[in-house]
C-alpha cells in the first residue's frame, strides 16, 4: 500500500482546567505516567489491585490474566465467583448514604412522564422481574431479549437476567421486525422482553407490531413479556404473550431474589454490532472481567464520584448503554440519567433544558450529536444554565476538530475538559482516551491509551509504523474488558479479530502516533480513497469540509471513474442560512485544494438535507458509496438506520447531477 498521508496537522492545544483537579482520582501526567508503566510491567498486579477496589466478589480469583491470542482464547479472575447484579444494587443497600439515593431519573418525552428509582426502588424491581423470569422457567445460561424503548424497565430486566444468571441480549427498539428475528434466532432466545411503543417526536411509535410479527417465525420464544408504555389496554396477538401489568398482581414476585453466584467467565450479554460495515454480529462479553473494565475506565475516564449525574443520550441497543449508562455508574454508586425522546422536540433547546433541569455533571455525545447542535441549534445552548456540567464526552466516530473545539466552548464554556473516548463494542469499555484532569488536549486526538493498554500501529507487512505514519491500529496483550467470542462462532472470531496480525488484537481501525505520542484515530481501513495516487482519509477530508462556515455535516466517499480509477464524491450538509448553489460548490472545492493541496480536487458535491447513520450516529458510507458508484438497489441491510428515508431522497439527488 502506498504511503497514507495524514491531512491533519492541527496544532491547538487545550491544558485541563485546575479547579476539579484536586478531587480527581487521576491528577497528573506524572501519577499516569508511573501508572501506566506498573500496569503494562506487572498486568497481573495492576488488574488484581483494581478488581479488589471496584467490585464485590463472592470469592477471589485463581488466576489473574490469561490469554492466548493465536488461539483466540481469554480468561480473567478465572475461578472469582461474583453478580453483576449484586454489585450494581444489593451492596449498595449496605450504604445508608447510597440505599435511597437516585439511581436512575427517567424522562420521557412529555415531561408528566418523570420517574425516579432509588437504589432500594430498583433492587426491589430488579428482583420481582427476576422471580417473573424465574417463574418462566429461565435458567442460567438462557437468552432474553430486551427490544425496548429507553425506559427504566430495560435496565431493571438486564439487571434481572444478570441476577439469575441469564444472557441478556438488548436490541435497540427501531430496528425492523426481519433485524429483531434474525437477533433472537441467532440468540436462540426464550423470553423476549418488550413493550406497547413509545412516543418520537409527538407521535406514537408502535412497537408490539414488530415484537409479534417477530416471534411469528421464532419457534424457540417460549414466552413473550409486554410492558405498558402508553397506559392504554394492550391486545396480543399470539398465545405466548403475557402482559407485564398482570404478572405484578402476584404478591409472589415481590420477594427477595437471591443472586446466582456467577463465574468471572460466565457470558453476561451478547450485543449485535450496529452493522455499519455489514452483518451484525453477536459479540458476547463474561460477568468478572467485562464489569471490572466498564467500573474502571468510568472512574478513570470520567472521573466518576457517587455525586455525579451522566447522562449518555441514545439507544439502549449498544454498547456505551450497557458500559457507560447500565454498568459502571450503577456499579459506583452514581446517578444515571435517561431520557426517551428525540434531541429537537419539542423544541431545539431540549436536551440543553435537561442538562439544567436535572443537574446533569457528565455528559456523553456523539460528533454527530455534536454537529446536529452546530447546523441548526448553535445558539440554543446558551439559553440554560449548564453550570453543573463537569466532563463532557465523546464517543463513536473520529471528532472533526471544528466540533470537538465547538463543544468545549458552547457546551463547555471553556472551563471543563472533553474526553473523546476510542473504543469499540468488543473492547468493553475505553482503550484510548485523556484523563479529564491529567491529559492536555489536541483537539481529532484521543490522546493516550489508558493503563492496562498497549496499542501498536502496524504497516500492512507487519512492521512498526513510522511516527505520524498512520496504519492499523492494533493492541497487544488483553485487558479484563475484551470480548470473549461471537455467539455461535469462534472461527470467526479469532479470524477476525487475531488472524491478520498474529498475537496481536486487530481493531480494524487505521491510526497514527504524533510525536508526543498521541493518537489520532482516522477510521476504518475501507474510509481510505485513493486519488492520484494518493491514499486519503474521508475522515479527514470530512474535517476539513466541516471547518468551512456553511457546512454543517460532510461525508466523503469514493466514486469509481474510468480514467482517474477513483475520485472524491462529498456530501454536504449546509448549515442553517446556507443555500446549495454553484458558486458555493466552487467556494467549497477552493476550500479543499488550499487546505490540502492543488491535486485533492472532489469531483462531485452533492448537496444534502441529512446523512444516512446508524442510531449510535455512524454514517453509513457503505450505502454512500454505493449511491455515489450509481447503484440504487442492493444496498444492503438498511435496518440499522435512524433515517432510512433520507436514502431515497440522496438517490434523488445524484439522479438530478448525473
Ligand atoms: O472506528 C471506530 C469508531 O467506532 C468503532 C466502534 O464502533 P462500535 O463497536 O459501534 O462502538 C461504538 C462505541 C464505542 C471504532 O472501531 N470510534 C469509536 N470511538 C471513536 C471512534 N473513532 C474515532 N474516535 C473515537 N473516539
Known amino acids: 500500500m502506498t504511503k497514507i498521508e495524514s491531512l491533519l496537522k492541527d496544532e491547538r492545544i487545550f491544558y485541563p482546567p485546575q479547579e476539579g483537579k484536586d478531587l480527581a482520582y487521576i491528577k497528573s501526567r506524572y501519577q499516569y505516567d508511573k501508572i501506566y508503566d506498573y500496569s503494562l510491567k506487572d498486568p497481573d498486579g495492576f488488574w488484581t489491585e483494581r478488581a479488589k477496589e471496584l467490585i464485590t466478589w463472592f470469592r477471589y480469583w485463581d488466576r489473574t490474566c490469561y490469554w492466548d491470542f493465536n488461539k483466540a482464547e481469554i480468561r480473567f479472575f478465572e475461578g472469582g465467583k461474583l453478580n453483576a447484579s449484586y454489585n450494581c444494587l444489593d451492596r449498595h443497600l449496605l450504604n445508608p448514604h447510597v440505599k435511597n439515593k437516585a439511581a436512575i431519573i427517567w424522562q420521557g418525552e412529555h415531561d408528566r412522564d418523570l420517574r425516579v428509582y432509588t437504589y432500594q426502588m430498583l433492587h426491589d424491581e430488579v428482583c420481582r422481574f427476576a422471580n417473573i423470569l424465574k417463574s418462566l422457567g429461565v435458567k442460567k445460561g438462557d437468552r432474553v431479549v430486551i427490544y425496548m424503548p429507553t425506559m427504566p424497565e430495560v435496565i431493571a430486566a438486564m439487571l434481572a437476567c444478570a441476577r439469575i444468571g441469564a444472557i441478556h441480549v438488548v436490541v435497540y427498539g427501531g430496528l425492523s421486525a426481519e433485524a429483531l428475528k434474525s437477533r433472537i434466532l441467532d440468540a436462540g432466545a426464550k423470553i423476549l422482553i418488550t413493550a406497547d411503543g413509545t412516543y418520537s417526536g409527538g407521535r406514537r411509535i408502535n412497537l408490539l407490531n414488530n415484537a409479534e410479527t417477530a416471534i411469528a417465525q421464532c419457534e424457540c420464544i417460549e414466552k413473550y413479556i409486554v410492558i405498558n408504555r402508553f397506559g392504554e ?84 441497543g449498544w454498547i456505551t448503554f450497557h458500559t457507560y449508562v447500565v454498568y459502571s455508574p450503577l456499579a459506583l454508586g452514581a446517578t444515571v440519567f435517561i431520557y426517551d425522546g428525540l434531541p429537537d422536540y419539542p423544541n431545539p433547546g431540549r436536551w440543553w433544558e435537561l442538562v439544567d433541569r436535572f443537574k446533569v455533571t457528565i455528559l456523553y455525545l456523539t460528533p454527530t450529536n455534536i454537529r446536529a447542535f452546530m447546523k441548526e441549534r448553535e445558539d440554543w445552548p446558551a439559553k440554560y444554565d449548564l453550570s453543573t456540567l463537569r466532563i463532557l464526552g465523546t464517543v463513536g466516530e473520529p471528532i472533526n476538530p471544528e466540533v470537538w473545539i465547538w463543544y468545549h466552548k458552547n457546551v463547555g464554556k471553556g472551563r471543563i475538559p472533553v474526553v473523546d473516548t476510542w473504543w469499540q463494542t468488543e473492547t468493553g469499555g475505553h482503550l484510548i482516551s485523556p484523563l479529564p484532569y491529567t491529559i492536555p488536549q489536541k483537539p481529532g486526538s484521543v490522546t493516550l491509551p489508558l493503563p492496562g493498554i498497549e496499542p501498536v500501529i502496524f504497516r500492512d507487512d507487519g512492521t512498526s509504523a513510522d511516527i505520524n505514519e498512520s496504519g492499523h491500529l492494533c493492541i497487544k496483550g488483553a485487558w479484563p474488558g475484551i470480548a470473549r467470542g461471537l455467539w455461535g462462532d469462534s472461527e470467526k472470531f479469532k479470524e477476525i479479530y487475531f488472524s491478520r496480525f498474529p498475537g496481536y488484537y486487530f481493531t480494524g481501525d487505521q491510526a497514527r502516533v504524533d510525536e508526543d505520542g498521541y493518537f489520532w484515530i482516522m477510521g476504518r481501513l475501507d474510509d481510505v480513497i485513493s486519488v492520484s495516487g494518493y491514499l486519503i482519509r474521508t475522515s479527514e477530508l470530512e474535517s476539513v469540509f466541516v471547518a468551512h462556515s456553511a457546512v454543517a455535516e460532510a461525508a466523503v466517499v469514493g ?100
Not at 402482559?243 to 405484578?248: A, G, K, M, P, Q
Not at 471490572?292 to 472521573?303: L, P, S
Not at 475520485?567 to 476550500?591: R, T, W
Open 559 to 658: 466514486m469509481p471513474h474510468e480514467i482517474k480509477g477513483e475520485v472524491i464524491y462529498a456530501y454536504i450538509v449546509l448549515k442553517d442560512g446556507f443555500q446549495p448553489s454553484e458558486e458555493l460548490k466552487k467556494n467549497l472545492i477552493q476550500h479543499i485544494t488550499k487546505e490540502i493541496g492543488p491535486l485533492v480536487i472532489p469531483e462531485v458535491i452533492q448537496f444534502v438535507n441529512d446523512l444516512p447513520k446508524t442510531r449510535s450516529g455512524k454514517i453509513m458510507r457503505r450505502i454512500l458509496r454505493k449511491v455515489a458508484a450509481g447503484v440504487y438497489d442492493d444496498l444492503g441491510d438498511k435496518s440499522t438506520l435512524a433515517n432510512p428515508d433520507v436514502v431515497e431522497k440522496i438517490i434523488q439527488g445524484r439522479k438530478e447531477i448525473f
Open 233 to 316: 389496554e394492550i391486545t396480543l396477538s399470539d398465545k405466548r404473550g403475557l402482559l407485564f401489568d398482570e404478572l405484578i398482581k402476584n404478591k409472589e414476585f415481590e420477594k427477595y431474589c437471591p443472586c446466582e453466584e456467577m463465574d468471572a467467565e460466565d457470558i453476561l450479554f451478547i450485543l449485535y454490532t450496529s452493522g455499519s460495515t455489514g452483518k451484525p454480529k453477536g459479540i458476547y462479553h463474561t460477568t468478572g472481567g467485562y464489569l471490572v473494565y466498564a467500573a474502571h475506565t468510568t472512574q478513570w475516564v470520567f472521573d466518576l464520584r457517587p455525586e455525579d449525574i451522566i447522562w449518555r443520550p441514545g439507544a439502549v
